[in-house]
């Protein structure tokens, strides 16, 4: 099993800034893609911003240009930089990751979520 366990959420005003970090452990063998979902009240949950081990990054359309994606594999901790804040973001951010865990001799690759971190930014 993997546990996600994100920090970094937290209340900023429109403008500012906030860095999101998920540190992932558990019987990891790798984790092949790190990324950060949202969901605002009334919405369903939405892509924000994924990469993959090599590096490769997609963003959603709403967030290019203002946030980043990041991880550090040695560590297996994935991270979002998140600038110029706008109440629009404000959410629910999930951490997800698509890793595969050992576990004696077998291996099985599975998606696991964090149990989220509440971002608000007021206007």
């Known amino acids: 099993q993997v546990q996600l366990v994100e920090s970094g959420g937290g209340l900023v005003q429109a403008g500012g800034s906030l860095r999101l970090s998920c540190a992932a452990s558990g019987s990891i063998f790798t984790i092949n893609a790190m990324g950060w979902y949202r969901q605002a009240p009334g919405k369903q949950r939405e892509l924000v911003a994924i990469i993959t081990r090599g590096g490769s990054t997609n963003y959603a359309e709403s967030v290019k240009g203002r946030f980043t994606i990041s991880r550090d594999n040695a560590k297996n901790t994935g991270y979002l930089q998140m600038n110029s804040l706008k109440p629009e973001d404000t959410a629910i951010y999930y951490c997800?990751?698509?890793?595969?865990?050992?576990?004696?001799?077998?291996?099985?690759?599975?998606?696991?979520w964090g149990n989220g971190t509440l971002v608000t930014v007021s206007s």
């Open positions: 997800y990751a698509y890793a595969v865990v050992v576990n004696g001799h077998r291996s099985s690759a599975m998606d696991y």
